[in-house]
């Protein structure tokens, strides 16, 4: 008995199902860092508005901005041979 397996390739890409998520954290201090945070956003724009804020109350300019998105493989776009579902393999018998 042998066994054949077809190699399906895959590609990353973000999830159209959900969000992805912005945020900050203030590093800016002398001994230590200030360790604000600005929250997590659904859009980059609030977190720089929140970053010129904490600028205005406190004169830190360094922060360390964080992108999160969820991804999801999806197989490349090819045709695959009638009956072949993603990810799954045949066994052929000899």
Known sequence: MSRVFRFVPYVTQQDP???PEYSA???AGDEE????QSGTWDGPETVDDWMREHMKETGHRHFRRSFVDFAELVPAARELPAGLEPAKAEQVRA
């Open 17 to 19: 199902g959900s969000e």
């Open 25 to 27: 954290e203030c590093v």
């Open 33 to 36: 860092a200030c360790g604000a």
